[in-house]
């Protein structure tokens, strides 16, 4: 039953997943599907976390709308996702940045990491 489950999972899973880790600045391309139109839609934040493994594998972006924090969790091989395009890529120690969640202005901003 493995062997069925893992082949069924191999053939949802995205071919050309973009590269990013925790602390980067993306932004997400959604489909928002709307009565009978389709549109994108573009959700720029930092990311707090990646979890899971595989077609498990969700990735949560946290962004400040009008002085109100907001969080998402986007399944990486989702088709509703049409893409993430990483913007800046940040400098930290952490795998999960819920610290971030208490801060606000400077203080919930992640340093640049220059290559």
């Given at each position: 039953m493995n062997e069925i489950i893992k082949n069924i999972e191999d053939?949802?899973?995205k071919?050309?997943?973009?590269?990013?880790?925790?602390g980067d600045t993306v932004k997400v391309s959604a489909k928002i599907k709307e009565g009978n139109r389709e549109r994108v839609q573009v959700f720029e934040g930092?990311?707090?976390k990646i979890q899971g493994t595989g077609v498990r594998k969700t990735f949560t972006v946290r962004k400040i709308s009008n002085g109100i924090?907001?969080?998402?969790?986007?399944?990486?091989h989702s088709p509703i996702v049409e893409s993430v395009e990483?913007?800046?890529?940040?400098k930290?120690?952490?795998?999960?940045?819920?610290?971030?969640r208490e801060r606000t202005g400077k203080a919930a901003k992640v340093k640049e990491l220059v290559k």
């Open positions: 053939a949802q899973l071919a050309n997943v973009d590269q990013f880790n925790v930092t990311v707090l924090g907001v969080e998402k969790t986007w399944p990486l990483v913007v800046r890529h940040g930290v120690r952490r795998a999960k940045l819920n610290y971030l």
